[in-house]
């Protein structure tokens, strides 16, 4: 494919980009963030007492939480033991006329991972669909000769893709099609976030990665939906935040589409091989 061609491609692409950003949060994301916001931070020491009693866990809740969300914890299911904080007041402290000092404890209690649960599924952000076909090959060999690794391995709890600088691991049973929208975004972070150049704020790296696997999927003509615009937005990218980005989007799509879809009608109805 022509260089032309490519960055063509690609400027149309972002256009459309741009513009669904600006339409707002999709209904998918929007039901999406308001499951995430029912789900508690944890510290670091509960994170680590989660990980040790369940090493596979993604989404932990206690009972009455997964109630509200139309879930039940299966009968028979152990309980994930956790820190939980509490304030007691000092009983001997108190007067009418002055208000109730209180002291911090710390008590035990019990969360469950979903998949010590039944019911309602939980809502998802849209993901990319359709069949890329030869093009996931190509992604693949595109990659290889940049000497760069791809393989399933050391994923974090919820991650489809992680970009580690020179090796590229996608979780193993993805759909074709989000394993190629993933691959192209690990493959991005490479391209774009690897060097000195490399954007400070996560916020930047996310829209940056996205916005590509974007445009890649669009120009082989894989159904993108609302997933990339959501997937910005729940880095709480923007337009802005694109138009910021764009140069260094469109030459790293363009680079890509070029790698993966050789093969493009020219002007004079010639294919480009």
Same mark, same amino acid.
Request: glycine share 6%; hydrophobic share 40%.
């Given at each position: 494919?022509?260089?032309?061609?490519?960055?063509?491609?690609?400027?149309?692409?972002?256009?459309?980009?741009?513009?669904?950003?600006?339409?707002?949060?999709?209904?998918?994301?929007?039901?999406?963030?308001?499951?995430?916001?029912?789900?508690?931070?944890?510290?670091?020491?509960?994170?680590?007492?989660?990980?040790?009693?369940?090493?596979?866990?993604?989404?932990?809740?206690?009972?009455?939480?997964?109630?509200?969300?139309?879930?039940?914890?299966?009968?028979?299911?152990?309980?994930?033991?956790?820190?939980?904080?509490?304030?007691?007041?000092?009983?001997?402290?108190?007067?009418?006329?002055?208000?109730?000092?209180?002291?911090?404890?710390?008590?035990?209690?019990?969360?469950?991972?979903?998949?010590?649960?039944?019911?309602?599924?939980?809502?998802?952000?849209?993901?990319?669909?359709?069949?890329?076909?030869?093009?996931?090959?190509?992604?693949?060999?595109?990659?290889?000769?940049?000497?760069?690794?791809?393989?399933?391995?050391?994923?974090?709890?919820?991650?489809? *893709?992680?970009? +580690?600088?020179?090796?590229?691991?996608? $979780?193993?049973?993805? &759909?074709? !099609?989000?394993? =190629?929208? /993933?691959?192209?975004?690990?493959?991005?972070?490479?391209?774009?976030?690897? *060097?000195?150049? +490399?954007?400070?704020?996560?916020?930047? $790296?996310?829209?940056? &990665?996205? !916005?590509?696997? =974007?445009? /890649?999927?669009?120009?082989?003509?894989?159904?993108?939906?609302?997933?990339?615009?959501?997937?910005?937005?729940?880095?709480?990218?923007?337009?802005?935040?694109?138009?910021?980005?764009?140069?260094?989007?469109?030459?790293?799509?363009?680079?890509?589409?070029?790698?993966?879809?050789?093969?493009?009608?020219?002007?004079?109805?010639?294919?480009?091989?």
């Amino acid at each position: 494919m022509k260089a032309e061609q490519a960055k063509k491609i690609a400027d149309q692409a972002l256009a459309q980009l741009a513009e669904a950003l600006k339409q707002g949060k999709s209904e998918a994301i929007t039901r999406y963030l308001a499951m995430l916001a029912k789900f508690h931070k944890y510290s670091f020491g509960n994170v680590m007492l989660i990980c040790c009693q369940k090493p596979d866990a993604t989404h932990v809740a206690g009972f009455t939480t997964w109630k509200q969300m139309g879930r039940f914890v299966k009968k028979g299911e152990k309980g994930i033991l956790i820190i939980a904080p509490m304030r007691i007041r000092k009983r001997e402290e108190q007067t009418q006329d002055s208000e109730a000092e209180t002291m911090l404890r710390f008590r035990g209690v019990h969360v469950f991972d979903i998949s010590q649960t039944d019911g309602e599924p939980l809502p998802e952000p849209a993901q990319v669909s359709g069949d890329p076909s030869v093009h996931l090959d190509r992604l693949r060999t595109a990659i290889a000769e940049r000497g760069i690794t791809i393989d399933n391995e050391d994923l974090p709890p919820g991650a489809e *893709g992680v970009s +580690r600088g020179g090796c590229i691991s996608i $979780r193993a049973g993805l &759909a074709p !099609a989000h394993e =190629f929208s /993933v691959t192209v975004h690990e493959f991005a972070h490479e391209l774009l976030h690897r *060097g000195e150049d +490399r954007p400070e704020s996560k916020t930047v $790296r996310e829209t940056e &990665a996205e !916005a590509v696997a =974007f445009v /890649v999927c669009q120009s082989i003509g894989l159904e993108v939906s609302t997933a990339s615009s959501d997937y910005i937005q729940l880095y709480r990218g923007d337009t802005e935040t694109l138009s910021q980005s764009l140069d260094r989007v469109q030459k790293a799509a363009a680079e890509i589409i070029a790698a993966v879809d050789p093969a493009r009608e020219c002007a004079n109805g010639d294919a480009v091989v």
